[in-house]
């Protein structure tokens, strides 16, 4: 082996680290508290019992500012608790296996009453910029509300209230494990479901 062929290994493996690691850093420094998301109001039109990527183009946009955006109606900002969502968690890892990072913000809506759901919102970094991947609705709370995020193995894990073991509206005595490969610009599932036992979190 030549010693012009191992200077240049090392220059493509210097390179490779350097860019997953711009790219590691790039995602994290995206203060996702204070962002604009795509929104559609015709999709968080009520709680429903089951979770699902959101397909369709977003009709608008929301700001987020410091973690939270309220919505009113015709601009009445003397409503006493609008609904309103909030920002809960980000989950960083590696889908494809090329040391790159994705980011799952997880968001909390609120009617202003009692119901409440989820959004998952999948962010890549291209170009320097935070790039929309695919955006998800869960279920409300006992029935299929959305209770833990991962990114583990080049997969989208996501832990959901088993509606079946439900114990009141607010919570459920176990949890759906459904796990997420992204392929073809889109999340697919991928193989079998699992389900286990869950403290009941009451929100």
């Not at 998301?37 to 397909?55: K, M």
């Not at 939270?68 to 494809?96: C, K, M, N, W």
């Not at 997420?180 to 193989?191: I, K, V």
């Amino acid at each position: 082996m030549g010693i012009g062929f191992q200077i240049a290994s090392v220059i493509v493996s210097f390179l490779l680290t350097t860019t997953a690691s711009s790219q590691r850093s790039g995602i994290r420094h995206i203060d996702f508290k204070n962002l604009t998301y795509p929104w559609d109001s015709e999709e968080h039109g009520g709680p429903t019992t089951e979770w699902h990527w959101i397909r369709s183009s977003p009709r608008m946009t929301i700001e987020v500012v410091n973690g939270q955006h309220s919505f009113t109606e015709d601009g009445d900002v003397d409503v006493a608790r609008p609904p309103t969502i909030f920002f809960v968690s980000v989950t960083y890892g590696d889908l494809v296996g090329d040391g790159s990072e994705v980011a799952a913000v997880r968001f909390n809506y609120s009617t202003g009453g009692t119901a409440n759901w989820d959004y998952l919102y999948v962010y890549k970094i291209e170009r320097g910029v935070p790039k929309l991947c695919g955006w998800l609705q869960s279920g409300s709370r006992a029935y299929g509300g959305l209770v833990r995020v991962a990114i583990e193995n080049n997969l989208l894990i996501l832990d959901f209230n088993d509606g079946a073991r439900s114990k009141g509206d607010c919570c459920s005595e176990g949890f759906i494990r459904v796990k997420y490969r992204w392929r073809g610009g889109a999340f697919l599932e991928t193989g079998s479901r699992q389900r286990g036992d869950l403290k009941m979190n009451v929100r």
